[in-house]
């Protein structure tokens, strides 16, 4: 068996929107906003 997986999982404008909206208005680290909303923070190189 040969299974396809999705390598990005997409998201709704609505939910970037309220994902940039928490950063800005919360004042907490982006990463802990990544992990309440169940989204991998991105990692710096």
Known sequence: MNHKR????????EFKLEAIRLMEES?????DIAMELGVRPKKEN
């Open 6 to 13: 999705k390598l990005y999982k997409s998201y709704t404008r």
């Open 27 to 31: 004042g907490r680290p982006p990463a």
